[in-house]
């Protein structure tokens, strides 16, 4: 009935596993199985480098139907080690669209499967947690291919943040990107200092759009070298893997710690959560998805938020002058820290959306009232 | 926040009748506000004039008015019943404007009732145009460019600056009624022109057309904390130019990326915010130019609307309900999620699957009307699908549509499927100008070779949609020809997959569809359920809402549950002649099994309805209601029974076919059931029982029916034994009309005949619903028509206790009632349509099931008895239930019944045996002239207590029109006639003002006097169908500009007793609690909960 198709496997570590096919053509790749329950923002998820050394499965079917544009990338390239859907879309319908999303990751070298039950596959990453995996259309024997899913390295400890930050500093600013300067042009009022452990580009458009220029630093870069160049703000960026395989990032946010205005984001607040001494600890399965309520505690009101994290902060190990700010409403999770004294506040979701609702945006605005030096009606 | 604790009693006004734009959806939501807020120990007081509602069922309320839904009355009821606040979202437009006009008056400042979810100011901003549109620009969004004119002059002005084409929306009224799109200045004149009347303000908005851009919707919800959050998103696979109710509809949205759908979302924030709807639900529509993206935001309904439903039923988050209790004052992080238990009502959903509504029509029925569909709304239903693709979702929906379609064509119905090949002209016409049909002509514009581009430049519908068509087009061409056994395991799930029904494959492969059937069995390919839990599987769900699909992972509880479970087979897409009183039916079979303990597993595919509220039923399966889908889910339930008497003819169509597939039917057994149904066997059956019907015969050629009908004596009724779209039905008088129809209505061949019956003139007709264990039988009602037989009796008028049966009569009734529950064994409901003429009783129609007056029977005397006819079906006996005695109220209730005519244009107004009642409301009083001008009222005829009265009847009801205009003159009215009229009234010395009629040329004439509403009641009678152009302008005229009508003698008889009545004693009005209390046994009271 049908042209041949490309017959795929998908693995799980403790030995389930899914039929699909691939639209990508041939290939083989191993990460942890996570899924996302956005049903728009595959491009900027597929961008994001938290996402790197994981398999995603989206949980909505129909994937692909607006295709990929030039504007909607949060890093340079596909960022994760699979992508999983229902059913492929070839046909792409969209204005700003330029290609099929199976051209680009074919094009990128990543593995897509479709035709597989997506909510089956969910669900047992809800039952039973988030797991290693792998996927392929070359080890089509399951026990064979269970054999090498299970020496494929592990998620869990494993430092990823040093495969996508940035190797040298770059700048960015009105003009966007200069990869060549590795200083602050000194034209904006507000320099922010961007440690990357993986960030997403939406977090500098934001900022610029603020006013601001940003310069960004590999992870591994000092203290010292970052306050050299006389940053008003320090932002930590999101970023892949354990958050408790990163002691070096957490040794420069505790050296940056009150020497300048912090803001920290999905990883960037669980270095800001380590670096005042709280350890982390990883979810069963994740937040991945852009539709979570978060309650702002200081305003009382609720933000959908997107959200993309395995690990959280232990709360109960914070010093006691640290606000929390934000819980998540649907498991009570912290969400949020504020510490007053250090002018130092992150949340563990994703306030510059990409993929996601806009609602909180506003501590962007935050950020830049503790550069202006004003801490009145922070989260307001 | 808490609730609040400062009001207690809280006013929820319901949306009336059932009418095009409007349906049982604001009963669902309705009744869920009912719940909600009772929950919380809030007093409810609700007005609804709507009996078939569950909303108006006595438990839902503490008081329950079945009163008009006029100003008048609510000002009635609110100082009698004092409440502290009124819930104006609810209830529709109806319930909205209502409330408006309520405080607009100045009565909810009077008696000090606050507005509660959306205040005063916030529906004027959102209602009218020019308000809305200047809060738009306030937040920088924008709008269509566009005027506000209140005549055609200034019109014709605005239409320089805006250019052609140009849409014509009228302000305030219901579903854009009047609506339409210009193309040139006679057309805009001729709209503007409606639309102005169809005003309650009189003021139209001229807009720039966005016709062919992309149409969305947005479900808003805000709190009193300004949290706001989106339900759901829906993408219109129909563009801009289709009233979004006819569009065919997709959630979520499709084809917009993040970054478009969140400046979507950040719009609909800000404009609920600006119109400052303070809690509740709203819904948002926007258009994209599908070329550059740009986004103008179209409308705003600051309430519950018919989207609310589908977007609650599409994510399974229950927005009426989550509205309800923002307005009292919680804030969304304060409610839980009820499908997750863990979460809360602060989020917004996410599926993980596709949903397709399709809105069901009925142009059939009127087909002096033209299929066509503009920015008014036609159609009289819908029906929703849940796939895991948009392929799956669409097949789904069109099987569930019951339009005899199973899919995108393939199905051996489409023109293509079969050989013929549509004229490319044809096609590409009918692409270009939207139609009900349009969906099928993308098939036959395939066939025909255009490409996926051709057809979207002709349609403007997203490409996309156009290629997932073209794939399962594409596929069924391939499949075509091949023979079942050849079709691999892996290529049938496919087709599963895809949406194909058994149906389409058998039709490919040349087999049957229980051949299909057997094969995929044997193949092991059965469909999975599964669930619908607002939150893709991220959590737990504890709602058991399913829809099916083709996949790997079952996760049906069938097999959880060890109780006893039955099966309720709702009624599907609404439609007329089948609506929301099947519904109600179904939801109190649902509500009985629950209350013995049994799993009441329900299956229906309209999502306006309550049966399809999750909470209502044990299990709820989302899906179409045919041979194939029902029985799969028999199959992976395996239930004790399943019952088909309630939801109207869909599953009564499904009861034999399943039946011989082995299910097991409870209640009247279907061979009864066909024995009422077949011509032949049902005249043996009365024979047998010696009752009487009106001589009748088939005739098989022109010829023979010519013959028959003389044998027969004229007049007679014609219709063919084949139902063709229900319609072509006709009385006709002489062999010519006879010929006639046959020559242009019907093929009169060997293999289709037409049946014949005596048509009985001026009879009185009679409808009982009666209830039998197969013992005892029980007379629930007995119903005496207001109109004479002839007229459809869905499109009657009728009084319960009846007031012109004489008491011998009334016991034959009895008598006949009885012998023939007995002799069907009928086991629940039956229902037989009486004539009574010269004395004697024909049998016109028995039907073993519960019919379309069950709710009003059941208000009525206050017995709820789908519910007791289910306990029935379980083995119960009406002695054990304690219901043996027919309930004669002292007080009497009329049903009268609303028509769609405004929304089409060029048809005629008059009565026949084609139903063309949308809906029905109820008038209770203690007199029956008074209930029946209450329910005038209610169904929008304002009868007038003093003024002009034209008269113009057919010549054999002139000696009839006599007495009635004797009363009106002595009661003070000015009669006008035209001449022939006239002179008739005048010999029996009526003073009678004669005026010229349209054909005479002089003026003014009877149209003029019309047009400037000089007219006050119009008395109008004709015969048969085919009217004089006259005749049909007065009539049409009248209609639309509310000029209270009667078409037949006995109903101008009915209004004029109201109106002489009304002139000595004005109304008071009572709520159904207390009229109960004068019954001997108050049913709802006591017996229903054992």
């Not at chain 1, 500093?169 to 452990?197: H, I, M, T, W």
């Not at chain 2, 996410?350 to 920015?375: C, G, M, Q, S």
């Not at chain 2, 037409?754 to 003139?761: A, G, N, T, V």
């Not at chain 2, 244009?905 to 084609?914: I, N, S």
Request: hydrophobic share 40%; with cysteine.
């Amino acid at each position: 009935m049908k042209k041949e198709r490309l017959k795929a496997l998908i693995m799980l570590e403790d030995g389930t596993h899914f039929w699909g096919y691939s639209f990508t053509g041939p290939g083989e790749t191993f990460g942890e199985i996570v899924f996302n329950t956005g049903m728009t923002g595959y491009q900027e998820i597929l961008t994001d480098p938290s996402y790197y050394g994981q398999i995603v499965t989206m949980t909505y079917p129909l994937i692909g139907t607006y295709g990929v544009n030039d504007e909607d990338m949060e890093s340079a390239r596909i960022q994760v080690a699979g992508f999983i859907v229902r059913e492929y879309q070839p046909y792409f319908s969209n204005y700003r669209a330029r290609r099929s999303l199976g051209d680009w990751l074919k094009e990128q070298g990543i593995l897509g499967i479709e035709g597989v039950d997506t909510r089956a596959l969910t669900r047992h990453i809800r039952n039973y947690g988030a797991m290693k995996g792998g996927m392929t259309t070359e080890t089509l024997d399951p026990k064979k291919f269970l054999e090498k899913v299970k020496e494929s390295p592990d998620y869990v400890g494993r430092d990823l943040v040093k495969f996508v930050t940035s190797p040298k500093p770059y700048y960015y600013g009105p003009e966007g990107f200069d990869f060549n300067c590795q200083s602050f042009k000194n034209k904006a009022q507000y320099r922010v200092a961007v440690l990357d452990c993986g960030l997403k580009y939406n977090q500098l458009r934001l900022m610029v759009q603020r006013g601001a220029e940003c310069l960004v630093f590999p992870a591994d870069t000092p203290a010292e070298k970052i306050l050299a160049e006389d940053p008003h703000g320090i932002f930590l960026s999101n970023g892949p893997g354990d958050p408790s395989a990163l002691p070096y990032v957490v040794e420069t946010a505790k050296n940056l710690l009150g020497k300048r205005p912090i803001f920290g984001i999905c990883l960037g607040h669980q270095i800001l959560g380590q670096a005042l001494s709280a350890t982390t600890y990883k979810l069963r399965f994740g937040h991945r998805g852009i539709n979570h309520p978060v309650l702002n505690l200081l305003n009382g009101r609720v933000e959908i938020t997107s959200q993309n994290h395995g690990f959280c902060v232990r709360a109960e190990e914070l010093p006691k002058d640290v606000i929390i700010t934000h819980i998540n409403l649907n498991d009570n999770t912290l969400e949020g820290i504020y510490a007053p004294d250090l002018k130092a506040f992150s949340v563990q979701y994703h306030p510059e959306n990409a993929p996601g609702p806009w609602d909180s945006l506003y501590l962007f605005d935050s950020f830049f009232k503790l550069m202006r030096g004003e801490d009145e009606n922070l989260f307001s | 926040m808490p609730k609040r604790t400062d009001i207690k009693k809280i006013l929820i006004i319901g949306s009336g009748p059932i009418v095009i734009g409007q349906a049982c959806e604001f009963d669902y939501s309705g009744s869920q506000a009912c719940k909600a807020l009772r929950e919380e120990g809030y007093e409810i007081v609700l007005v609804n004039s709507n009996p078939a509602t569950i909303m108006t069922d006595p438990e839902m309320a503490d008081r329950t008015y079945i009163e008009p839904l006029i100003p008048e009355v609510l000002e009635y009821i609110i100082k009698e019943e004092r409440p502290d606040a009124l819930l104006p979202t609810l209830g529709g437009q109806t319930g909205l404007n209502l409330a408006f006009a309520l405080a607009r008056k100045g009565v909810l400042e009077k008696y000090k009732v606050e507005l509660i979810g959306a205040k005063e100011s916030a529906i004027e901003k959102a209602e009218s145009r020019e308000h809305f549109k200047k809060a738009m620009e306030r937040i920088g969004l924008k709008v269509p460019k566009s005027a506000i004119v209140k005549s055609l002059a200034e019109a014709e002005k605005a239409i320089k600056e805006i250019g052609f084409p140009v849409i014509v929306r009228p302000s305030f009224t219901l579903g854009g009624t009047g609506g339409g799109v210009a193309y040139n200045i006679e057309e805009l004149r001729e709209i503007v022109s409606a639309g102005l009347e169809a005003s309650l303000i009189h003021e139209v908005m001229l807009e720039e057309s966005v016709l062919g851009w992309k149409e969305y919707e947005l479900e808003v919800m805000r709190d009193f904390k300004d949290n706001v959050v989106i339900i759901c998103s829906i993408e219109n696979f129909d563009p801009m130019g289709v009233h979004t109710g006819d569009s065919i509809t997709v959630a979520p949205s499709q084809t917009l990326s993040d970054v478009e759908y969140q400046r979507m979302r950040v719009a609909a924030q800000a404009v609920i915010r600006e119109i400052g709807v303070e809690t509740g639900g709203s819904n948002i529509q926007f258009a994209i130019n599908p070329d550059t993206g740009e986004m103008v935001v179209i409308e705003m309904n600051p309430r519950v609307s018919r989207s609310s439903a589908l977007a609650s039923k599409a994510t399974g988050y229950p927005i009426a309900k989550i509205a309800a209790k923002l307005a009292v004052g919680y804030t969304l992080d304060e409610l839980a999620n009820d499908i997750t238990k863990e979460t809360k009502a602060a989020f917004e959903p996410t599926i993980d699957y596709v949903v397709v509504k399709i809105p069901r029509f009925t142009f059939e029925k009127f087909p002096e009307a033209k299929d066509e569909l503009t920015t008014s709304m036609r159609s009289v239903g819908e029906t929703m699908a849940i796939g895991r693709t948009f392929k799956e979702a669409l097949q789904k929906a069109i099987a569930g549509l019951e339009i005899g379609r199973f899919g995108f064509g393939a199905d051996g119905k489409s023109p293509s499927d079969i050989g013929e090949f549509l004229p490319l002209e044809l096609i590409k016409e009918k692409l270009a100008r939207p139609n009900s049909q349009r969906l099928f002509y993308i098939r036959e514009a395939f066939k025909a070779g255009l490409t996926i581009d051709e057809i979207y430049r002709l349609t403007y519908i997203d490409r996309w949609f156009l290629y997932n068509l073209w794939q399962v087009f594409t596929v069924s061409e391939e499949l075509k020809g091949r023979p079942l056994e050849t079709i691999s395991s892996e290529d049938l799930k496919e087709l599963k997959q895809m949406g194909f029904t058994d149906y389409q494959i058998a039709f490919l492969t040349g087999s049957t569809e229980i051949e299909v059937r057997k094969r995929r069995l044997a193949l092991g390919i059965k469909p999975t359920y599964k669930l619908i839990d607002t939150c893709a599987a991220e959590f737990e769900a504890y709602t058991p809402y399913f829809y099916s699909t083709y996949e790997v992972e079952n996760e049906s509880r069938a097999r959880l549950s060890k109780n006893k479970k039955v099966i309720i087979i709702g009624g599907g897409p609404n439609r007329i002649g089948q609506g929301i009183e099947f519904d109600y039916c179904c939801v109190h079979a649902v509500k009985a099994l629950r209350e013995r303990g049994i799993d009441a597993i329900m299956i229906n595919s309209n999502p306006e309805t309550v049966s399809t509220d999750y909470d209502v039923s044990t299990r709820l399966y989302f899906e179409p209601l045919t041979f194939e889908h029902v029985l799969n889910i028999y199959e992976e339930e395996e239930p004790d029974g399943v019952i088909v008497q309630f939801g109207g003819q869909t599953p009564l169509n499904l009861a034999m076919p399943l039946y011989k597939a082995g299910v097991k039917i409870l209640g009247t057994s279907p061979l009864q059931i066909d024995r009422a149904e077949d011509r032949e066997k049902f005249d043996a059956l009365l024979e047998k029982v010696g009752l009487k019907r009106p001589k009748a015969g088939i005739a098989r050629s022109a010829d023979e029916a010519l013959e028959v009908a003389r044998k027969i004596g004229y007049p007679v009724l014609v219709r063919p034994s084949y139902v063709l779209g229900g319609r072509a039905m006709k009385i006709v008088y002489s062999e010519a009309e006879l010929m006639e129809y046959i020559e242009t209505a019907v093929k009169v061949q060997p293999e289709h005949p037409i049946l014949i019956d005596r048509f009985l003139e001026d009879a009185l007709e009679v409808d009982v619903d009666a209830i039998s264990d197969g013992e005892t039988v029980v007379v629930a009602g007995i119903m005496e028509h207001i109109e004479e037989a002839g007229v459809h009796s869905g499109d009657s008028a009728c009084i319960l206790p009846p007031v012109n049966i004489p008491p011998k009569l009334i016991d034959e009734i009895r008598r006949a009632t009885h012998v023939l529950a007995k002799e069907l064994e009928v086991k629940g409901l039956i229902n037989i349509q009486f004539a009574i003429k010269d004395e004697e009783l024909y049998v016109l129609e028995v039907n073993p099931r519960a019919s379309r007056t069950i709710p009003f029977v059941s208000k009525a005397i206050g017995v709820p008895l789908a519910k007791l006819a289910t306990w029935i079906m379980l083995g119960e006996s009406l002695k054990d239930l304690g219901f043996t005695q027919e309930v004669w109220p002292k007080y009497y209730s009329v049903k009268e019944v609303v028509f769609p005519f405004k929304r089409f244009p060029g048809v005629d107004v008059t009565l026949g045996p084609e139903m063309k009642s949308t809906g029905e409301v109820m008038g209770i009083d203690w007199e029956p002239s008074l209930a029946y001008a209450k329910a005038q009222f209610a169904a929008g005829m304002r009868l007038p207590l003093s003024g002009r009265v034209f008269i113009s009847v057919k010549d054999e009801d002139k000696p009839q029109v006599v007495e009635i205009a004797k009363v009106l003159e002595n009661l003070g009215f000015e009669i006008v006639a035209t001449e022939g009229t006239a002179k008739y009234l005048e010999d029996f010395g009526i003073k009678v003002k004669v005026i010229p009629k349209i054909s005479e040329g002089r003026r003014p004439n009877i149209l003029d006097l019309i047009k400037n509403k000089e007219i006050d009641l119009m008395i109008n009678t004709a015969k048969g169908k085919v009217s004089k152009l006259d005749a049909y302008l007065i009539r049409r005229y009248a209609m639309e500009l509310d000029i209270p009508y009667a078409t037949t003698i006995s109903g101008a008889r009915a209004m004029v007793c109201s109106i002489r009545r009304l002139k000595e004693k004005s109304f008071s009005y009572s709520a159904l609690q207390d009229y109960y209390k004068t019954l001997p046994c108050n049913y709802y009271a006591t017996k229903t909960d054992r």
